[in-house]
T-cell receptor, first 112, second 113 residues
Framework: SQQGEEDPQALSIQEGENATMNCSYK?????LQWYRQNSGRGLVHLIL?????REKHSGRLRVTLDTSKKSSSLLITASRAADTASYFC????????????FGAGTRLFVKA | EPEVTQTPSHQVTQMGQEVILRCVPI?????FYWYRQILGQKVEFLVS????????KSEIFDDQFSVERPDGSNFTLKIRSTKLEDSAMYFC???????????FGEGSRLTVL
């Protein structure tokens, strides 16, 4: 299966702390993305990292990619209560088809 | 800001009935997707569509499912004969080009009784 698998499944932190979520996947990829989903809502794209990149930043988000270990991490710095959501990694494989596969997600709860 | 819109937001149907879920992707996007999410579970890929034909489909997307882009703006998912296990949120997504970034609608909640 191409799916990414997130770790941990759930994470509870205090506002101001950093949150780190990890994702592992199984096959070669073109890119890896992170999405956010508020409860009952659609997914929102956060950041995309290509297979030839190792690190990417966007505001308070930092994503790393280690293709040798087939893993990625998402770091949210200085978390806020509004960051409470589920976070999913998603991968596009390198077979040329259009098939973005999502992992099971990490549920992040930031306590005010 | 352009967005993907989905209708209906919630549909309740009896088992065995046909259901059509509608999506209007962002107007200059070329790639279209349907996903489903059973409550509290993972987001599952159903099908992708490009150049008026199915590009990829999952094992879930069996003969009971079909997709259509009938008029250049709408993108529909039809479930021919619904089962209880089809109850889920169905998300439509579109992508401008092969950039990888998917734009999602807010979903259609399907409840099969």
């Amino acid at each position: 299966s191409q799916q990414g698998e997130e770790d941990p499944q759930a994470l509870s932190i205090q506002e101001g702390e950093n949150a780190t979520m990890n994702c592992s996947y199984k096959t070669s990829i073109n890119n890896l993305q992170w999405y956010r989903q508020n409860s009952g809502r659609g997914l929102v794209h956060l950041i995309l990292i290509r297979s030839n990149e190792r690190e990417k930043h966007s505001g308070r988000l930092r994503v790393t990619l280690d293709t040798s270990k087939k893993s990625s991490s998402l770091l949210i710095t200085a978390s806020r209560a509004a960051d409470t959501a589920s976070y999913f990694c998603a991968t596009d494989d390198d077979t040329g088809g259009f098939k973005t596969i999502f992992g099971a997600g990490t549920r992040l709860f930031v306590k005010a | 800001e352009p967005e993907v819109t989905q209708t209906p937001s919630h549909q309740v149907t009896q088992m065995g009935q046909e259901v059509i879920l509608r999506c209007v992707p962002i107007s200059n996007h070329l790639y279209f997707y349907w996903y489903r999410q059973i409550l509290g579970q993972k987001v599952e890929f159903l099908v992708s569509f490009y150049n008026n034909e199915i590009s990829e489909k999952s094992e879930i997307f069996d003969d009971q499912f079909s997709v259509e882009r009938p008029d250049g703006s709408n993108f529909t998912l039809k479930i021919r004969s619904t089962k209880l296990e089809d109850s889920a949120m169905y998300f439509c997504a579109s992508m401008k080009w092969d950039s990888g970034e998917l734009f999602f609608g807010e979903g259609s909640r399907l409840t099969v009784l």
